[in-house]
């Protein structure tokens, strides 16, 4: 199993929490990545770990590619595993395209990435996305819906000193938000969160916000937790940096904002949950809006051209509901608690993902040489055509909405040297020996 990124994150630590149930389930199982926090995560979770070579900097890596096909001969593994799409990339290009292995992809994003191969099996969150994968062309999709252990996630943790130690008030409600700060849609509303939250406090009510997670971005919230605490003349809204182990943070919340993995980790916790979006969107987790949420993800969209200003506005309206009446945290913290204990638990997951497995060994898709070719091409061109977009909203100062869960200092500007990966791509699919260097 090969996590995008090893940092604080939903995508990732629902890889790991899902590696260590199959394990449990009788397989052998082990995990690639690059450093970060939650190597640590693997190790007491007793998985084996085996690094990533630190000069596959670059996403999608050829070196990275060529490790995995090495790992497969190495360890005879039956199947590769990425998480996101330089992961599937990259077990694409090498045990795929080189070894005929089995590859799997999961996209716990709500993009599919249009460049994804399609001659792979995908696992997708919501069968909203199953359906947009199905109709771009993938044939064999299965929805797994973010999963977590709801027994190590569960009210009553002990949160130990977690309030204290960033110097908030022990008796102020606490609003909490754990993701990694990077200059993707969440960034936008870390903002505004914090701007809501700095308003709030200013015209007194009560309530301070933990910012949990680290990134390229934190200068940008750092600057807007600063005005929020100028704003309101105390400190009501404090950055608690990378936590290897965030539960102690969601075990001190009052309420939780939040997507994707990070949001239903909330309401495992039976705090009330604000689901976090683009563009300004905001929507709290409710018996109404939930069905939403679990066919398309728990994400959101907004229209607002001015997102950090519409989201601070659409969020100081639901907390200020919620601030106002523990009667009616305590009754949606209870209802978001059932529901993940119902359809997120970790054992159900694994099991599903158990099933996927077995069917990427037994009846594999079993694709022609020639669709193989286009589908290594299309992926190819696709990745440098979005590199070099990005690389050009960039210059124009625009700061892309997502580049579909994958941390933007890892997805590095295409200039002439992303070609190679193309090339490899391409040459390993025809037999042919690329032209290019790993770089």
């Given at each position: 199993?090969?996590?995008?990124?090893?940092?604080?994150?939903?995508?990732?630590?629902?890889?790991?929490?899902?590696?260590?149930?199959?394990?449990?389930?009788?397989?052998?199982?082990?995990?690639?990545?690059?450093?970060?926090?939650?190597?640590?995560?693997?190790?007491?979770?007793?998985?084996?770990?085996?690094?990533?070579?630190?000069?596959?900097?670059?996403?999608?890596?050829?070196?990275?590619?060529?490790?995995?096909?090495?790992?497969?001969?190495?360890?005879r593994l039956d199947v590769v595993h990425g998480y996101e799409w330089p992961p599937t990339l990259e077990a694409f290009a090498g045990p795929r395209l080189q070894l005929g292995l089995p590859v799997v992809s999961?996209?716990?994003?709500?993009?599919?990435?249009?460049?994804?191969?399609?001659?792979?099996?995908?696992?997708?969150?919501?069968?909203?996305?199953?359906?947009?994968?199905?109709?771009?062309?993938?044939?064999?999709?299965?929805?797994?819906?973010?999963?977590?252990?709801?027994?190590?996630?569960?009210?009553?943790?002990?949160?130990?000193?977690?309030?204290?130690?960033?110097?908030?008030?022990?008796?102020?409600?606490?609003?909490?938000?754990?993701?990694?700060?990077?200059?993707?849609?969440?960034?936008?509303?870390?903002?505004?969160?914090?701007?809501?939250?700095?308003?709030?406090?200013?015209?007194?009510?009560?309530?301070?916000?933990?910012?949990?997670?680290?990134?390229?971005?934190?200068?940008?919230?750092?600057?807007?937790?600063?005005?929020?605490?100028?704003?309101?003349?105390?400190?009501?809204?404090?950055?608690?940096?990378?936590?290897?182990?965030?539960?102690?943070?969601?075990?001190?919340?009052?309420?939780?904002?939040?997507?994707?993995?990070?949001?239903?980790?909330?309401?495992?916790?039976?705090?009330?949950?604000?689901?976090?979006?683009?563009?300004?969107?905001?929507e709290l987790a409710t018996p109404e809006s939930a069905p939403t949420f679990m066919s398309h993800g728990w994400f959101g969209v907004g229209s607002d051209a001015n997102g950090r200003a519409a989201g601070a506005?659409?969020?100081?309206?639901?907390?200020?509901?919620?601030?106002?009446?523990?009667?009616?945290?305590?009754?949606?913290?209870?209802?978001?608690?059932?529901?993940?204990?119902?359809?997120?638990?970790?054992?159900?997951?694994?099991?599903?993902?158990?099933?996927?497995?077995?069917?990427?060994?037994?009846?594999?898709?079993?694709?022609?040489?020639?669709?193989?070719?286009?589908?290594?091409?299309?992926?190819?061109?696709?990745?440098?055509?979005?590199?070099?977009?990005?690389?050009?909203?960039?210059?124009?100062?625009?700061?892309?909405?997502?580049?579909?869960?994958?941390?933007?200092?890892?997805?590095?500007?295409?200039?002439?040297?992303?070609?190679?990966?193309?090339?490899?791509?391409?040459?390993?699919?025809?037999?042919?020996?690329?032209?290019?260097?790993?770089?």
């Amino acid at each position: 199993m090969y996590p995008h990124t090893m940092e604080i994150g939903g995508s990732q630590l629902n890889a790991i929490e899902i590696a260590a149930a199959v394990r449990d389930r009788g397989h052998e199982v082990m995990v690639v990545s690059r450093p970060g926090a939650l190597v640590e995560t693997v190790r007491r979770l007793e998985l084996a770990h085996i690094p990533l070579d630190p000069r596959s900097r670059r996403r999608p890596s050829p070196r990275a590619a060529v490790q995995l096909t090495r790992l497969v001969k190495q360890y005879r593994l039956d199947v590769v595993h990425g998480y996101e799409w330089p992961p599937t990339l990259e077990a694409f290009a090498g045990p795929r395209l080189q070894l005929g292995l089995p590859v799997v992809s999961t996209v716990m994003s709500s993009t599919v990435a249009p460049f994804l191969p399609r001659t792979i099996p995908l696992i997708v969150v919501a069968e909203g996305v199953r359906r947009r994968a199905l109709e771009s062309g993938h044939p064999q999709v299965t929805v797994l819906e973010p999963p977590l252990d709801v027994r190590a996630n569960a009210p009553g943790y002990d949160p130990g000193p977690f309030r204290s130690e960033l110097g908030l008030d022990e008796t102020v409600p606490l609003v909490v938000v754990v993701c990694r700060l990077v200059p993707e849609a969440k960034l936008e509303g870390l903002l505004a969160a914090c701007d809501a939250v700095g308003e709030l406090a200013a015209s007194g009510i009560d309530v301070q916000l933990a910012v949990v997670g680290d990134g390229q971005a934190r200068p940008a919230v750092e600057e807007a937790a600063a005005a929020a605490n100028a704003c309101a003349g105390r400190r009501v809204v404090a950055l608690a940096g990378e936590l290897g182990d965030p539960r102690p943070a969601y075990a001190a919340a009052d309420i939780v904002l939040g997507m994707g993995g990070s949001a239903l980790r909330g309401m495992a916790f039976g705090k009330p949950l604000v689901v976090q979006g683009g563009r300004g969107f905001w929507e709290l987790a409710t018996p109404e809006s939930a069905p939403t949420f679990m066919s398309h993800g728990w994400f959101g969209v907004g229209s607002d051209a001015n997102g950090r200003a519409a989201g601070a506005l659409r969020l100081k309206k639901i907390l200020m509901e919620l601030l106002r009446d523990p009667v009616v945290r305590a009754r949606l913290g209870t209802f978001g608690r059932a529901l993940v204990v119902e359809r997120f638990s970790l054992d159900r997951a694994a099991e599903l993902q158990e099933e996927v497995y077995v069917s990427a060994v037994e009846t594999p898709l079993r694709p022609s040489a020639g669709w193989l070719a286009q589908d290594a091409a299309r992926s190819g061109i696709g990745v440098v055509r979005h590199q070099l977009r990005r690389k050009w909203q960039r210059r124009r100062g625009t700061v892309p909405v997502e580049d579909m869960n994958v941390v933007t200092t890892c997805a590095r500007p295409a200039r002439a040297k992303s070609a190679p990966f193309l090339a490899s791509t391409w040459s390993l699919s025809t037999g042919r020996r690329g032209q290019g260097h790993e770089g």
